[in-house]
């Protein structure tokens, strides 16, 4: 009966337009692609070139080698939230088994392997015979193998040994390694689902897994299976990321299985079981990665482009539905169809693609803005200090003329390499980086250097590049400051604890290290505990909570940030300011407030909006040819309620 209703609408359908819009229905991961392409390339001029097409490809790669081995696991009515962290921890164990024990590179690969395929063995384990719904066993790993990552690293990036770092590199200065890696891994998993046994077996568990299990499937060994080949390709894509990145990041992927999950939706599987495929999963990524590219080059602010992508991720799931009801053709690998009708449709697409992006060129030729065009990567945008930085650079940049672009890489390395990619492919001026970490971020600085394109550091340095300047006040200074500040008033003798930042990340590194010294001067001073807070008032609040249930006698608080600190104040109430002392960092609004009410004893300030603004009166000396000093303090200041009427930032 259901045979005949196909085949009824089917007919019915039969005219041109009927055919093509069934067409587009069948498709619609990839005619979403061409037609973001098409709007894209009308949209901007600098986005049909090739390096810029080739950048693309590069930042789908880690999405799509993880979304591979996501399809497995969804096509089987599973889930999995542990790839980011499997990623990251694969990755940290090679660099650490590799360049801190001095194993061989090759034993060391293995070790990363076998890593990802513990952790989904174990994910397989517990859901299949510890009966946990998948969503919890994968949540647990997703929070074991970070936490493994941290302790392994010590928070700290470990570098990366050269010999898998060229999987980072080009072959012949413009095809990227990346890519092939994940067109190889695109093939591979296509094989496995296609053409074998454990393929199939995945669908039919996700079609109904009673049925498969009572026409003699060993389902609870094929999910074992699934959730190791799932750790395999996590595995990879954290070997290839940090290749990337030069470092094995212990923060890396933080979030990569939201968009590896988003990718597989997008490209037509359904969270349900049962359907999906390799290349449906490559076309879903790729979305994702031309999104983000566009709207980059786009100068979108970085909140609305999260805005973008997750109404992109809900339409994906509708057009699923609407595709269904339609009676459209099921997007499921390995049960037979017509392979040449699928190549084919393939094939006329990119004609199609190809042919109208071409006449849009011409919209282009000619259009170039006569202003120069900045680029400035911050590390985040989640955090007042931040913003002042980009508020300082905007207002800069508008009395100057020049046009600036400002993205969000939202701490993490991946992303904001690939966003100075986007600045170096189009062919930007020069750029500005606030570095998510200074290791990380040599790579993208090298490669804007050989483009030409000048780049100027704020906040924090470069390591392994260079850069026209360095704009920045001294972490380690303005930490040794901080300890001393709050040494002083409690007048050199007291308890205290410390409240850390963003593991793995240089500012909290080099901050704390300013603490340990400042406070090396002050024997009597008592360091009760040292927690991080990741940066976050939130977090601050929590762990100051804690952290009074277990030392109520506590006489002064350092904070890495005022975020934390104004969290500590909130968890201390009417302590603070009284019988405890607190000094934070960075002198944001928020925390100047707290310093004029007396609730925070005082923030080492570094005068953000005046860091910005420098920054790009550099960018632009740099442009011109200028002699720019290689290194430009912007001096850190005390902050307390004596001298804040006349702070200004």
């Known amino acids: 009966m259901a045979t005949d209703t196909l085949k009824s609408r089917a007919e019915s359908g039969s005219s041109t337009a009927g055919g093509f819009g069934r067409l587009l229905l069948d498709n619609g991961a990839l005619t979403a692609l061409i037609v973001l392409v098409i709007a894209l390339s009308v949209l901007s001029g600098d986005f049909l070139t090739t390096d810029n097409l080739l950048n693309i490809g ?3 790669a880690v999405t799509a080698i993880l979304a591979f081995g996501v399809t497995f696991v969804i096509v089987s009515a599973g889930i999995d939230l542990s790839v980011g962290s499997v990623a990251a921890l ?3 164990v090679l660099a650490w088994s590799a360049t801190s024990h001095g194993v061989p590179v090759a034993l060391a690969v293995i070790l990363a392997l076998a890593t990802g395929i513990a952790a989904g063995l174990v994910n397989g384990f517990l859901t299949a015979y510890g009966k946990l719904p998948p969503f919890i066993a994968t949540l647990a790993m997703l929070s074991v193998a970070r936490g493994l990552s941290l302790v392994i690293s010590g928070g700290v990036p470990i570098p990366f040994p050269d010999s898998v770092s060229h999987l980072g590199d080009t072959l012949g200065n413009w095809l990227p390694v990346p890519v092939l890696v994940m067109v190889v891994m695109g093939l591979l998993a296509a094989f496995v689902l296609g ?16 049925a498969a299990r009572l026409s003699g499937l060993r389902v609870k060994r094929q999910k074992l299976a699934v959730y190791a080949l799932s750790g395999v390709f996590a595995a ?10 030069s470092s094995a990041q212990p923060q890396a992927a933080d979030g990569y299985e939201l968009d590896a999950i988003a990718a597989v939706v997008i490209g037509g599987a359904s969270l349900a079981g049962g359907t999906g495929k390799a290349s449906g999963t490559l076309i879903g ?9 566009g709207l980059n080059l786009l100068s979108v602010s970085a909140f609305w482009q999260q805005v973008v992508i997750g109404v992109v991720i809900a339409l994906a799931v509708l057009l699923d539905t609407v595709r269904r009801k339609a009676g459209a053709t099921p997007v499921a690998a390995g049960t037979g169809g017509n392979r040449g009708k699928q190549a084919a449709t393939y094939g006329l697409a990119a004609v199609v693609t190809v042919a109208i992006v071409g006449a849009t060129s011409f919209l282009h030729n000619g259009s170039a803005s006569a202003n120069p065009k900045l680029g400035l990567s911050l590390s985040t945008l989640n955090n007042p200090f931040f913003v002042q930085i980009r508020d300082g650079a905007q207002a800069e940049a508008k009395k100057r003329g020049v046009d600036l672009t400002v993205t969000d890489a939202r701490d993490d390395a991946s992303q904001q390499a690939d966003q100075l990619q986007n600045f170096t492919s189009s062919g930007y001026g020069a750029v500005i980086v606030n570095p998510v970490d200074s290791d990380a971020a040599g790579n993208s600085v090298k490669a804007a250097g050989k483009a030409g394109i000048p780049v100027i550091a704020v906040d924090r340095g470069v390591n392994k590049a260079k850069v026209a300047a360095l704009v920045a006040s001294d972490n380690v200074a303005g930490g040794e400051l901080a300890a001393k500040t709050v040494a002083e008033k409690l007048g050199g003798k007291g308890r205290i604890v410390v409240l850390q930042g963003q593991a793995g990340t240089s500012a909290a590194r080099e901050r704390a290290e300013g603490f340990a010294k400042g406070l090396k001067q002050f024997p009597g001073i008592k360091v009760l505990a040292q927690q991080p807070a990741d940066f976050d008032r939130a977090k601050g609040l929590d762990v100051m909570s804690n952290l009074l249930q277990a030392h109520p006698d506590v006489q002064g608080v350092i904070a890495a940030n005022d975020e934390m600190a104004l969290g500590a104040i909130k968890a201390l109430g009417s302590k603070a300011g009284k019988s405890v002392q607190v000094v934070g960092f960075d002198g944001t609004p928020d925390g100047l407030k707290a310093v004029k009410d007396g609730s925070l ?6 005068q953000p909006t005046q860091l910005g603004r420098i920054a790009v009166t550099n960018a632009l000396k740099a442009l011109d040819g200028g002699k720019v000093a290689p290194m430009v303090k912007v001096p850190v200041k005390v902050v307390t309620r004596e001298n804040v009427a006349g702070f200004t930032g």
């Not at 053409?195 to 009673?210: D, F, P």
């Not at 990879?236 to 990145?245: C, D, E, M, N, T």
């Open 285 to 293: 990524a790729l979305i994702l990665a031309v999104l983000r590219n």
């Open 236 to 245: 990879v894509a954290g070997v290839v990321l940090a290749s990337r990145l």
């Open 90 to 92: 694969s990755a940290t």
């Open 601 to 606: 004893y005082a923030s080492v300030a570094q």
């Open 195 to 210: 053409r074998t046994y454990i393929g199939r077996s995945m669908y039919a568990i996700g079609g109904n897994e009673e």
């Open 58 to 60: 590069v930042q789908a």
